[in-house]
């Protein structure tokens, strides 16, 4: 195969190559519409998730709550086994 024919296919899969870089680049700027989220950052620049903190009545009632499931899972799991 003479070099000439080789260097047009090498420079047509530039082109299509070209072409789908610059698909890629115009979909990934054009599926952010409007202003970023406001995220709080860290001196480093990378983003802070925060925990949503859990009043004390909040933890005592889930306490409760799941105190009452596991026994009544316990008492199941006895009543299956008499």
């Given at each position: 195969m003479p070099i000439s024919?080789?260097?047009?296919?090498?420079?047509?899969e530039r082109d299509r190559l070209d072409r789908a870089i610059e698909v890629l680049r115009g979909s990934a700027l054009g599926s952010r519409r409007g202003k970023?989220?406001?995220?709080?950052t860290t001196s480093n620049g990378a983003g802070v998730r925060r925990r949503r903190s859990m009043s004390a009545a909040a933890r005592k009632a889930?306490?409760?709550k799941l105190r009452a499931?596991?026994?009544k899972?316990?008492?199941?799991?006895?009543?299956?086994?008499?």
């Open positions: 024919d080789i260097l047009t296919l090498l420079e047509a970023p989220a406001a995220t709080p889930l306490s409760e499931s596991w026994a899972r316990k008492r199941a799991a006895a009543a299956k086994k008499a």
